[in-house]
C-alpha cells in the first residue's frame, strides 16, 4: 500500500484551467526536457492520469509540473500533463504556470519582465507585464511554426469532402476553414465539434503520415482546430480546438493560434507583427503575432510566433493518491465506451 500527495496551485487562462503541480513530483533525470517527459511517461505517468482525469480532474482538465530551470538561462521548467498524455507543448498553461510560478513567487527570473522556461519542445522566452503584485499578461515565443500542407482533402463522416490545411504550432493541427461544407464553429455546439473533432483526427491520420520535417518522433495529428466568425469586431477570427478524445479548449489555444499565425502568415493573410486577435469558444482571446521568420533544418520556411493571454489563480490544493482506495489512478468515461 503505498500513499502519496501533491500541492498545486489552481486557476486558468483565458477560461481554461490550469493545475500546476509545485511540490510532490518525483525528480526526473534526463540531459533536455524531452528526455525527461520521456522518463516521466515511462515511470510515472500514474500522476498524469491521478491529477487529470476523473475524480481529481475531467475530461478538460490540463496541468503542468513546476521543475527548477535545466539549462543555465532558464528561469523555470515544466512538464505538460494533459487528460491525453504529455504534451511537447502547451501555450495556455505555459501563459498560466509562468503566471502562478511569479504570482506565486516560486521563481526570480535573471532579468526582471522575461522568464526563460525550458519545456519538452524547446526553450520558450517569454516577456510580462505586472499590474500591482498580479501579472497582467503573458507573451511567450513559440517554437518554429510552420504551415506542413494546405488544402489536403479529407473524408469526413458528417461533413463530407473537407480541405483542410495541416499547421505546426508545437502540435499538429488541422485547421478546417469556413468553406462550403462547413459553415463555421458558431453553427454547431461544443458536443458536435468534439464527436466530429475525434473523426477528423482519425481521418486526417489515416489519409497522411503526418511527421515533423526535423523530428520524426513528432508525428500523427492529436488535436484539430474548427474555425469560424468572432463574436465581436474585437477579434480577428474564432477557434474551437478538440484535443484528444474527450478535451474541448476553452482558451483559443496556445498551440493552435502558432500554427495559425504560421498557416495565415504562409498564406499572405498575415504580416510580421501583424496582431492577430484569436477568439475561443468562450469568448476570450490570445493575440498572437509573427515575431521573426526562420528555417527549419529540412529547409522548410517557418515562423517565430508569439502569443499573448492573461491567466488568473483560483486557489490551491492538496491532493491524495492512496493506492489502496478504488480508481486511485484516475478513470474517464471514454474507457468505458462501448
Ligand atoms: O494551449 O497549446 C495549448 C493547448 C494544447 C492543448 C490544449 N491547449
Known sequence: MSKHSFTSIEGHTEGMPVRMVIAGAPELVGATMDERRRAFVGDHDWIRRALMLEPRGHSHMSGTILYPPLSEDADMSLVFIETSGCLPMCGHASIGSISFALEAGLIQPKSAGTVVVDVPAGTLHARYLMDGDRVASVRFTNV??????????????YFGRLAVDLAYGGNFYPIVEVQPNFPGCEHFSPEQLLEWGRQMQTAVNSTIDVAHPDNPDIRGVKHVMWTGAPFSNDADARAVVIAGDSLIDRSPCGTGTSARV?????????????????????????????????????????????????????????????????????????????
Open 144 to 157: 518554429p511554426s510552420f504551415l506542413l500542407h494546405r488544402d489536403i482533402e479529407i473524408e469526413h463522416p
Open 262 to 338: 504560421a498557416q495565415r502568415y504562409a498564406r499572405g493573410l498575415l504580416t510580421e507583427r501583424q496582431v492577430f486577435r484569436h477568439q475561443s469558444l468562450i469568448g476570450s482571446c490570445f493575440t498572437g503575432r509573427v515575431e521573426s521568420t526562420t528555417r527549419l533544418n529540412s529547409g522548410l520556411d517557418a515562423v517565430l510566433p508569439s502569443v499573448e493571454g492573461r491567466a488568473w489563480i483560483t486557489g490551491r490544493s492538496e491532493y491524495y493518491v492512496d493506492n489502496s482506495q478504488p480508481y486511485a489512478h484516475g478513470f474517464s468515461l471514454q474507457e468505458y465506451a462501448n
